[in-house]
């Protein structure tokens, strides 16, 4: 007599179940790089521009190189933010980065209108003028940004990822062809 449920469409679905847990093991950290774009500030006609690393789950700031410059004449010059050599602070909504070059150190705040995220996209710079937008100071003098975004691509799936995702998939409707079921 044929049961209700047959045992190999159960062992079929425990399989499918299997190749779908093992797909959803997550990837190692998600280190994106953010890329400045049009970033200005105002009083000065300056600048910045560059890259850094950053995975918004751990909090993780990971490599740097982030230029100001300073077009004006008679203003400080601009400064060179880079990985190893700038004391930093981070939450996934600003990043805060200081020059250790004692007195002509420079401070260079970058506060987002909405929080970095592991899915990449444009985000804008805070631009209100608070006290905690984005803003560059040097030498006492306070320039808030007039303009900026920070875009990223967001996290792809590993190749090897989806080779065993489609291949299992594929195991699986073979086999259920083949019993039947």
């Given at each position: 007599m044929r049961s209700f449920f047959p045992i190999k469409a159960l062992q079929a679905i425990v399989l499918a179940g299997l190749a779908t847990a093992?797909?959803?093991i997550p990837a190692a950290a998600a280190n994106l790089t953010w890329t400045v774009n049009d970033a200005a500030f105002g009083h000065t006609s300056g600048t910045l521009s560059g890259t850094?690393?950053?995975d918004a789950d751990t909090?993780?700031?990971g490599n740097f190189n982030l230029v100001t410059t300073v077009t004006?004449?008679?203003q400080p010059s601009g400064f060179t933010y880079v990985t190893g050599?700038?004391?930093f602070a981070i939450t996934n909504s600003?990043?805060?980065f200081l020059t250790p070059n004692g007195a002509n150190s420079a401070f260079l705040l970058l506060d987002f209108a909405t929080s970095l995220t592991d899915a990449g996209g444009t985000v804008n710079l805070d631009l209100s003028g608070s006290e905690e937008s984005s803003t560059f100071s040097s030498s006492g003098y306070l320039r808030g940004f007039?303009?900026?975004t920070v875009s990223a691509n967001?996290?792809?799936?590993?190749?090897?990822?989806m080779a065993l995702t489609f291949g299992s998939l594929a195991a699986v409707v073979s086999l259920v062809r083949r019993r039947g079921l």
């Open positions: 093992i797909c959803q850094f690393d950053y909090q993780t700031l004006e004449a008679g050599d700038t004391a600003s990043l805060d007039t303009s900026g967001g996290v792809t799936p590993e190749p090897g990822t």
